[in-house]
């Protein structure tokens, strides 16, 4: 990018800080989602949905119902979290975020739609600005348009404006002095004075003489290279670690519940859960082919997004940007994920969304930004 760009115009400050509110009150809307979906008014609306075509005619459940949108709440959650965090990267003349906004604002549109919010489609609206004028020159490094200010406001016509000067009446211009009101310079009485001979230049006391000398390489103490690029920031290489370290456990833990439900009878779970009637009764209110088959979802997904992000952190400890931002939405769209569900659900997925949004922070500080950009 180039370093003689124009300041940042308020369209992009405007558009920035709509995409920041907008995406953590879709995380608030999620969050009353969730919480919600298991009450006995909403169970109620579902079923008298179900009941009346065209819905009757879909084959769906309550349950499936209510467990469609758990997830849709989390999508939600977890693309407006991501795009929280890229808007204070636009802030930054971030092009990559922009694009990254351009892509999460599709999902966001969609999963905020159902969970009874308009923010979704404010986030959206304020992506698209980013993409216009004066804010499509800025992010480029151009001048603004001429239309424009300096500040991206519209520059008024001046031209209009301004009464047009008459002209000034024959007789006036007739009696105007010449030279622009000046009076006539009267001749000077006294002499010019005497020319005298130019002096011719001397000898120059060096070769170079009068003309500026070329900076000399200054050479290194002990005659040692000169130093090459500037080391890796280490809060990078902690959150590359924290990101490998997390993935490793995660895709491990998931594939050991997977081998659990494949080894081990409903009858030996059954047995296990007897003196917690919470977990019974939670087990119960499902099939157990729909609960194995759950998991196995979860598994494909968990190992897949751990492989992703492992190799997203390889490219970002290599300097690679558009991988550094890339784990950067990564980890910020798995931390409202687990905000929501360790709130509603398990409150110990909290303590699992510490180390990932540890990783965000280091990933956001001004010295990992600048490093190979």
């Given at each position: 990018m180039?370093d003689?760009a124009?300041?940042?115009?308020?369209?992009?400050?405007?558009?920035?800080?709509?995409?920041?509110?907008?995406?953590?009150?879709?995380v608030?809307?999620a969050?009353?989602?969730?919480?919600?979906v298991?009450?006995?008014?909403?169970?109620?609306r579902?079923?008298a949905?179900?009941?009346?075509p065209?819905?009757?005619?879909?084959?769906?459940?309550?349950g499936?119902?209510?467990d469609m949108?758990?997830?849709?709440?989390?999508?939600a959650?977890?693309t407006?979290t991501a795009t929280?965090?890229?808007g204070?990267?636009?802030?930054?003349?971030s092009?990559?975020?922009?694009?990254?906004?351009s892509?999460?604002a599709?999902?966001l549109?969609l999963?905020?739609?159902f969970?009874?919010?308009f923010?979704g489609?404010?986030?959206?609206?304020?992506?698209?600005?980013?993409?216009?004028?004066?804010?499509?020159?800025?992010?480029?490094?151009?001048?603004?348009?001429?239309?424009?200010?300096?500040d991206?406001?519209?520059r008024?016509d001046?031209?209009?404006?301004?009464?047009?000067?008459?002209?000034?009446?024959?007789a006036?211009r007739?009696?105007?002095?010449?030279?622009?009101?000046?009076?006539?310079q009267?001749?000077?009485?006294?002499?010019?004075?005497?020319a005298?001979?130019q002096?011719q230049p001397g000898?120059?006391?060096?070769?170079?003489f009068?003309?500026p000398?070329a900076?000399?390489p200054q050479?290194v103490p002990?005659?040692a290279?000169?130093?090459?690029?500037r080391r890796?920031?280490?809060?990078?290489?902690?959150?590359?670690?924290?990101?490998?370290v997390g993935?490793?456990?995660?895709?491990?833990?998931?594939?050991l519940?997977t081998?659990?439900?494949?080894?081990v009878?409903q009858?030996?779970f059954?047995?296990?859960?007897?003196?917690q009637?919470?977990?019974?009764?939670?087990?119960?209110?499902y099939?157990?082919?729909e609960?194995?088959?759950?998991?196995?979802?979860?598994?494909?997904?968990?190992v897949?997004?751990?492989?992703?992000?492992?190799?997203?952190?390889?490219?970002?400890f290599?300097?690679?940007?558009?991988a550094?931002?890339?784990?950067?939405?990564?980890?910020?769209?798995l931390?409202?994920?687990?905000?929501v569900?360790?709130?509603v659900?398990?409150?110990a997925?909290?303590?699992?969304?510490?180390?990932?949004?540890?990783?965000?922070?280091?990933?956001?500080r001004?010295?990992?930004?600048?490093?190979r950009?």
């Amino acid at each position: 990018m180039s370093d003689a760009a124009p300041a940042r115009p308020r369209q992009v400050t405007v558009a920035a800080w709509l995409i920041i509110l907008g995406s953590v009150f879709v995380v608030l809307s999620a969050f009353g989602q969730v919480s919600g979906v298991s009450s006995l008014e909403t169970r109620e609306r579902i079923e008298a949905l179900l009941s009346e075509p065209p819905a009757d005619g879909l084959g769906l459940s309550v349950g499936t119902v209510l467990d469609m949108l758990r997830v849709v709440a989390m999508v939600a959650a977890a693309t407006a979290t991501a795009t929280a965090i890229l808007g204070t990267q636009v802030l930054q003349r971030s092009r990559a975020a922009r694009t990254w906004l351009s892509v999460l604002a599709v999902p966001l549109f969609l999963s905020a739609a159902f969970i009874g919010g308009f923010m979704g489609a404010l986030v959206a609206a304020a992506v698209v600005m980013l993409w216009l004028q004066p804010a499509k020159s800025w992010f480029a490094g151009e001048p603004l348009p001429e239309r424009f200010n300096a500040d991206g406001t519209l520059r008024k016509d001046e031209s209009a404006q301004k009464p047009a000067q008459k002209p000034a009446p024959a007789a006036e211009r007739d009696h105007q002095p010449v030279g622009h009101g000046a009076p006539p310079q009267q001749p000077s009485a006294y002499p010019p004075p005497p020319a005298y001979p130019q002096q011719q230049p001397g000898p120059a006391p060096y070769a170079g003489f009068g003309h500026p000398q070329a900076e000399r390489p200054q050479a290194v103490p002990g005659g040692a290279p000169a130093p090459g690029p500037r080391r890796r920031p280490a809060a990078l290489a902690w959150a590359c670690a924290l990101t490998w370290v997390g993935s490793g456990l995660v895709s491990l833990f998931w594939l050991l519940a997977t081998l659990v439900f494949v080894a081990v009878p409903q009858a030996d779970f059954d047995e296990l859960l007897e003196g917690q009637p919470e977990a019974q009764a939670q087990l119960a209110a499902y099939d157990w082919a729909e609960v194995t088959q759950s998991v196995y979802v979860m598994t494909a997904v968990s190992v897949t997004w751990s492989i992703v992000a492992i190799v997203l952190a390889v490219l970002a400890f290599r300097g690679v940007v558009w991988a550094r931002l890339a784990l950067t939405v990564s980890s910020a769209a798995l931390a409202g994920v687990l905000f929501v569900w360790g709130v509603v659900w398990a409150p110990a997925m909290l303590l699992v969304m510490v180390p990932v949004a540890a990783t965000v922070v280091l990933l956001l500080r001004p010295d990992v930004r600048a490093w190979r950009r």
